[in-house]
Each structure stands twice: as C-alpha cells, then as structure tokens.
C-alpha cells in the first residue's frame, strides 16, 4: 500500500470521483418511472432478481470478498417496504451491494440522471430498479408516486446521500437531510450499509469490503416534519461513522487542498 493512488479534494459535498464522463438525460415529465405493462415489470424482476444474481454474486465474492454482518435486521421488515442508505464507493459494485445484503426482497434505488443516459443500457438500467432524479414538479410527481408504489409492494429503495463516488474512501462525508423526507412522509423504516474496507491475506495488503447493516431508524417523537428529517439523518449518519472506523485499510488516500 506505499505506492497507494493519491486524490486531493476540495469540497466532500460536491466534489466528483467517478471516471465515466456522461452527459445527464434530462428526467421531465415525460419521463415513465410507472410501467403498467405487465411484461416490462415481469421482465424487470427477472432481470433484477434471477438473471443478474450470479454475475453479483461472483463479483463480489471474487472481488471483494464481501462480508455482510446484520442480516438478520432486514429480515424481521421482510414483509413491508424500507429506506436504506448506503455510502458510495464504488462505481459498478455499489449498484448491487444493497441488492445482495437485502436478498430475496426487490431493491430499486435512487440515482443521478447519467446512470440512465447511457446510450444502449438506458432500458437495461431501468429494468435493473433505477430510480433517476427528477428535473421539474411534473417529473418529481411521478418520482415520489413511483416511490411510495415500490414502498407499497414492500419493496426497499436504496439512496446515496453523499451522492457522489469516492472510489474507496473509508470515512463518511457529510451529506444533507433532503432525502430523509421519504421516510418521514411514508412513516417507514430506514436502514444504513456501511461498507468499509478490510485487510486480509498472509501479508495484510489484500481488501475486503465488509459491510454493516444498521436499524431500523425512526425520527423522534414530538417533532416537525423538517425537524424528523434532520434527526433521521443525524442518526444515520452517526452510526454510518462509527461502523466506518472499522476501515483498516487505506487503497486510495485522500487529502483536502
């Protein structure tokens, strides 16, 4: 790890890591998050829960040897629809991640508009549970009745509220409460995955991502709407900092300017 990859920073709350270079869609009210075809919602949960499992499992496990500690959380809400952040680390592995830890339940999961602006995987994406953030009110109607239909059919939803990647890092950046209004308003419960990395091997200098599952979250009693939204995120975000010190490996360091 002394010839580790070096990425200085300016802004945790802005700044950008990601090496795919798309130019965003812009997600309007023309833009169908519902799909009442039957054969598209069929398709979508094969393709989510059948076809693409083992192309997840393998790369995790050969990867990553990826560890899940706190399963047994999840199960106990198996039968009714939750919130899960996550922090966001990886590139391909985060879409997927939360799919596997929360496994068999459906996982659809709120993006940035690049991720189903790809030319030739726009569709694929969306069938794999993409939720793209809308551009306008019209658009953002549709996204919050998509949202609160997956919840309906006890579905989770998984959110990145630091929003953009940082390939590796091994802390938590501080992110806003805006998407913390979701649970609140749908008075469902909220998860966090905090994966962090791990050494292992004869000479300690092989990762892991070991990833913990945190919850169920609810805001305190008594308080305002935007007050429960801030006393959410508090929560997750104090314990997504905690499970992060576990961390014991650094690949990629980063260091402010």
Not at 67 to 89: A, C, E, P, R, S
Not at 182 to 202: D, S, V
Request: glycine share 4%.
């Amino acid at each position: 790890m002394e010839n580790r990859k070096v990425i200085y920073y300016e802004d945790e709350l802005n700044d950008e890591f990601s090496t795919a270079k798309i130019k965003p869609r812009i997600i309007d009210g023309k833009y169908k998050y519902l799909h009442k075809n039957p054969i598209w919602n069929i398709s979508s949960y094969l393709v989510q829960n059948i076809f693409t499992m083992p192309i997840k499992i393998l790369y995790s496990k050969i990867k990553f040897r990826i560890k899940y500690i706190g399963k047994d959380k999840l199960k106990k809400y198996k039968d009714q629809g939750y919130f899960i952040y996550v922090n966001h680390t990886q590139v391909f592995a985060d879409t997927f991640i939360p799919s596997l830890g929360n496994y068999p339940k459906r996982n659809f999961f709120i993006v940035n508009p690049e991720n189903v602006s790809m030319k030739y995987m726009q569709n694929f994406v969306e069938l794999c549970g993409a939720l793209p953030v809308p551009a306008n009110k019209e658009a953002m109607k549709n996204f919050l009745e998509a949202i609160e239909e997956k919840i309906k059919k006890k579905s989770s939803i998984t959110i990145y509220p630091e929003a953009h990647i940082w390939p590796y890092y091994t802390k938590i950046r501080p992110f806003k409460d805006v998407s913390f209004k979701y649970p609140i308003n749908l008075e469902t419960p909220a998860f966090c995955m905090t994966n962090t990395y791990q050494e292992y091997g004869k000479n300690k200098d092989k990762i892991k991502i070991v990833t913990y599952i945190d919850g169920p979250f609810f805001a305190d009693e008594g308080l305002t709407k935007k007050e429960k939204q801030k006393n959410l995120r508090d929560k997750i975000y104090n314990c997504m900092v905690e499970r992060s010190k576990n961390s014991n490996i650094e690949f990629i360091k980063y260091i402010k300017k």
